[in-house]
């Protein structure tokens, strides 16, 4: 009987123990550059957002941060309206607006969001906020409005609900070419994604399996391998000679909407072939 009542003890204990972490709360940070960090929120402190991703811990500084998405979802023009006039906002899962900043964060499941509001400090919880924005960032912004409210020259317009776009720039094998993308597109019902795609979209079945879904590929001819572009300005090199074409990695577009604006460059310096537009 007593090894019965250690055990049974011990498997309270343990269960006590394995509860919160199995409760804890997910969520994407979206950086201020694009990038989009998914993992278990846990804190808001001195240092700055505290995420597990992958089990291990990672600091985050608040200023890095534009926004806090519980769940997907693009900013409305009123949000992104109140982001360009320095005003932080949370947006609640029934659709109202709070204007606020987010100061604390705190307990498991749901997690108490603390807000400095003009009326003063109000609390919500994460089942009751979808997303709370910090800052604004060219992430938000779709190719339709851009920040000058005109397409940037040379720029190319790839829309979400289409496999790909002819960018009528002809590259050769070997050349090295950078790619810089911004926007932000609705990749399917309740995910929204930049050019580096939702962490919360996988399948085999993209263009590029291995990538997130939404993210910005291309590839090199009508019958190219796609590759992953994304959304940090790097140079990559082209495996093979034709169009360029650019594309969203998903494998339906009925439900996505958006776009995002792509400007390509030769990489500076690399002495091959100039890139040549039709």
């Known amino acids: 009987m007593l090894k019965r009542a250690i055990l ?3 498997i309270v204990f343990a269960v006590g123990i394995a ?13 201020r550059s694009g990038e989009r960090i998914s993992g278990v929120l846990i804190d808001l402190g001195g240092v700055g957002f505290t ?17 806090v998405e519980f769940m997907g979802g693009a900013p ?11 005003q932080p906002v949370i947006v609640l899962r029934n659709g109202m607006l709070v204007d606020g900043r987010l100061s604390d964060v705190g307990g498991t499941s749901p ?5 400095d509001t003009p009326s003063g400090s109000r609390d919500f919880t994460s089942s009751d906020v979808a997303q709370v924005y910090l800052a604004d960032s060219q992430a938000f912004r779709s190719a339709e409005e851009p920040p000058s409210g005109v397409m940037p020259s040379g720029a190319i317009r790839v829309a979400a609900n ?6 009528g720039v002809t590259v050769s094998r070997g050349d090295t070419v950078s790619f810089r993308a ?3 597109i609705m990749a399917g019902p309740g995910a929204s994604a930049g050019p580096a795609g939702s962490p919360i979209l996988k399948s085999p079945n993209y263009p590029v399996p291995v990538a997130p879904g939404g993210s910005l590929i291309a590839k090199v001819g009508a019958d190219g391998r796609p590759f992953l572009v994304g959304s940090i300005e790097h140079p990559i090199t082209m495996p093979d000679a034709g169009e360029l074409m650019l594309g969203i990695n998903d494998d339906g577009f009925n439900d996505n909407t958006g776009a995002f604006t792509v400007t390509i460059n030769q990489q500076a310096g690399q002495g091959r072939g100039a890139i040549r537009r039709r």
């Open 111 to 115: 997690l108490r969001l603390s807000v």
């Open 162 to 167: 289409q496999p790909w776009v002819e960018t």
């Open 76 to 86: 409305s023009p009123e949000v992104q309206a109140k982001l360009r006039a320095g």
């Open 19 to 31: 509860s919160p972490v199995s409760a804890q709360v997910s969520a994407t940070l979206v950086m």
């Open 182 to 184: 911004s926007g932000n």
């Open 8 to 10: 049974g003890w011990v």
């Open 51 to 67: 995420v597990q991703v992958g089990g291990q811990n990672r600091q985050i500084a608040t200023n890095d941060v534009a926004a």
